[in-house]
C-alpha cells in the first residue's frame, strides 16, 4: 500500500507561484510514474504533468508547459514536486499526487493506482 500526502496549496494573486509537495509513504516506491492532476468546481479530474520514476522523463499538459514544473527528490527517494509559476485564475483547483505501479498511459486517471487526498490552489485575479 503507497499513502500519498499532498501539501504546499493555498491562495495565490495571479502571476504568483506556489510549490506542491507530494510525499509517498507505506512502502518503498519502486512504481512505474508519478503524477499531478486537478479538479476545478463542475470539471473532470485533469491531467497536468507526470514523471517517470526511473528516467525522470516529464510529461506536461499543454495548458501548463513553459508555467508547471513536475520533479522528484532523489535524496528523499519519494517526493514529488510541481512547481507553478505565472499562476492564473483557471489553474484555481484541488491538485491531486498519484503514482502508479505499471505501464500505462500517464495522461489517463485509469492507470494510476493511488492517490492523495488532493490540495486547494485558488488563484485570484
Known amino acids: 500500500q503507497v499513502h500519498l500526502v499532498e501539501s504546499g496549496g493555498g491562495l495565490v494573486q495571479a502571476g504568483g507561484s506556489l510549490r506542491l509537495s507530494c510525499a509517498a509513504s507505506?512502502?518503498?516506491?519502486?512504481?512505474?510514474?508519478m503524477g499531478w492532476f486537478r479538479q476545478a468546481p463542475g470539471k473532470e479530474r485533469e491531467f497536468v504533468a507526470a514523471?517517470?520514476?526511473?528516467?525522470?522523463?516529464?510529461?506536461y499538459a499543454d495548458s501548463v508547459k513553459g508555467r508547471f514544473t513536475i520533479s522528484r527528490d532523489n535524496a528523499k527517494n519519494t517526493v514529488v514536486y510541481l512547481q507553478m509559476i505565472s499562476l492564473k485564475p483557471e489553474d484555481t483547483a484541488v491538485y491531486y499526487c498519484?503514482?502508479?505501479?505499471?505501464?500505462?498511459?500517464?495522461?489517463?486517471?485509469?492507470?494510476?493506482?493511488?492517490w492523495g487526498q488532493g490540495t486547494q490552489v485558488t488563484v485570484s485575479s
Open positions: 498519484a503514482a502508479s505501479l505499471r505501464p500505462g498511459l500517464v495522461t489517463s486517471t485509469r492507470w494510476y493506482d493511488y
Open positions: 514523471i517517470m520514476w526511473t528516467s525522470a522523463t516529464t510529461y
Open positions: 507505506g512502502r518503498t516506491f519502486t512504481g512505474n510514474f
